[in-house]
């Protein structure tokens, strides 16, 4: 599977931007998926994950409340809704997918897409 994450931006402290997801093939539904990032000297960390159905959904410690991950199956795409940013969200943040039940390890991701920067001023 390929996937295209875009939507990233610079907004101000307390805004918001809707990441999106789109990935290529027609199995889209069989994979769950995730959202990362990674700041500039940071390892990379988790941010949200939903399964294949897009019942189940984690969120980072970090981001609760704030953020919200969904997918549409129909449209091979999966969401990150981020509210209420904070300068300390500034990343580049990744979707990626894997088959199989959702988890919160970078590791067990095997497709990543190419990252789209979220810049928040403060």
């Known amino acids: 599977v390929q996937l295209q994450a875009f939507g990233g931006g610079l907004v101000q402290a307390g805004g918001f931007l809707r990441l999106s997801c789109a990935a290529s093939g027609r199995t889209f539904s069989s994979y769950s998926m995730g959202w990362f990032r990674q700041a500039p000297g940071k390892e990379r960390e988790f941010v949200s994950t939903?399964?294949?159905?897009?019942?189940?959904?984690y969120v980072g410690d970090s981001v609760k409340g704030r953020f919200t991950i969904s997918r549409d199956n129909a449209k091979n795409s999966v969401y990150l809704q981020m509210n209420s940013l904070k300068p300390e969200d500034t990343a580049v943040y990744y979707c990626?997918?894997?088959?199989?039940?959702?988890?919160?390890?970078?590791?067990?991701?095997?497709?990543w897409g190419q990252g789209t920067q979220v810049t928040v001023s403060s």
């Open positions: 939903t399964s294949r159905s897009g019942s189940t959904t």
């Open positions: 990626a997918a894997r088959q199989g039940v959702t988890s919160t390890r970078t590791s067990e991701y095997a497709y």
